[in-house]
């Protein structure tokens, strides 16, 4: 039986406390595509007021991990990188939409975006990743 790129996804999402712990909604799934979203809460905050990078990145990596992973190939992060283009404040809705660049057998090449309630750009990660030989839910 085959598995669907939303049932791999929902299989991770049981497991993956830090994405539950940010509050991830997700959105939409198709293969090597992902779009999810999350409400900023004030314990996101740095010390300078605005929201800690880490934040934008962590939403960003879970959608990564998401398109990367939902053909039920277990791929892991290789590199990543963020470009950091606007402030984040308490309250913001953040959506982070993965898109895939190249899925080769593997690495596969990802580029996310993630905007604000207001469809402002506030941060741009690319990422690639390495493709294992295992499943994420075992194939019957």
Same mark, same amino acid.
């Given at each position: 039986m085959n598995t669907?790129?939303?049932q791999v996804v929902n299989h991770m999402m049981e497991n993956d406390l830090f994405s539950q712990w940010l509050g991830i909604e997700i959105?939409?799934?198709k293969e090597g595509y992902?779009?999810?979203k999350m409400t900023v809460r004030k314990e996101m905050i740095n010390g300078f007021g605005i929201v800690h990078g880490g934040i934008a990145f962590s939403l960003s990596d879970s959608a990564f991990a998401f398109a990367c992973n939902n053909r039920n190939?277990? @791929?892991v992060a290789l590199d990543t990188s963020i470009n950091f283009t606007k402030p984040v404040h308490i309250g913001d809705i953040l959506t982070a939409e993965a898109k895939e660049l190249q899925n080769g057998k593997s690495t596969g090449l990802y580029h996310i975006t993630?905007?604000?309630q207001n469809d402002h750009t506030v941060a741009l990660f690319k990422g690639t990743c390495f493709r294992t030989n295992? @499943?994420?839910i075992p194939k019957m």
């Amino acid at each position: 039986m085959n598995t669907t790129p939303e049932q791999v996804v929902n299989h991770m999402m049981e497991n993956d406390l830090f994405s539950q712990w940010l509050g991830i909604e997700i959105l939409e799934i198709k293969e090597g595509y992902s779009k999810i979203k999350m409400t900023v809460r004030k314990e996101m905050i740095n010390g300078f007021g605005i929201v800690h990078g880490g934040i934008a990145f962590s939403l960003s990596d879970s959608a990564f991990a998401f398109a990367c992973n939902n053909r039920n190939v277990l @791929s892991v992060a290789l590199d990543t990188s963020i470009n950091f283009t606007k402030p984040v404040h308490i309250g913001d809705i953040l959506t982070a939409e993965a898109k895939e660049l190249q899925n080769g057998k593997s690495t596969g090449l990802y580029h996310i975006t993630i905007t604000n309630q207001n469809d402002h750009t506030v941060a741009l990660f690319k990422g690639t990743c390495f493709r294992t030989n295992k @499943s994420l839910i075992p194939k019957m």
